[in-house]
């Protein structure tokens, strides 16, 4: 059975910092690309940060760069997102995504996703 169970989201001050991990079971997981997405009310779900397979490169949405870092190990099957000098506007459900496309086919996973509130 597939699955990805984000932790470590909660409310957190301006200026604060979290870090949100996403363990993966039940796939190879170390054949998959891995993203974070967030999504804020009356939004649209948006990319945040993602990770290749084999942690060779990285790629990050504007609005985060500099203040969050993702990474994954390969051996534990968990990527993480910490984030750090964090906005109101950081305020979502962060989700975790799984994917790989070998021969143009994708699989695809999706977690459950966490609340990351920043708030005074």
């Known amino acids: 059975q597939v699955q990805l169970v984000e932790s470590g989201g909660g409310l957190v001050q301006p200026g604060g910092s979290l870090r949100l991990s996403c363990a993966a079971s039940g796939f190879t997981f170390s054949r998959y690309d891995m993203t974070w997405y967030r999504q804020a009310p009356g939004q649209e779900r948006e990319l945040v940060a993602s990770i290749t397979r084999a942690a060779d490169s990285t790629n990050y949405a504007d609005s985060v760069k500099g203040r969050f870092t993702i990474s994954r190990d390969n051996y534990k099957n968990t990527v993480s997102l910490q984030m750090n000098n964090l906005k109101p506007e950081d305020t979502a459900v962060y989700y975790c995504?799984?994917?790989?496309?070998?021969?143009?086919?994708?699989?695809?996973?999706w977690g459950q996703g966490t609340q990351v509130t920043v708030s005074s």
């Open positions: 995504n799984a994917r790989r496309c070998p021969f143009g086919i994708c699989s695809t996973y």
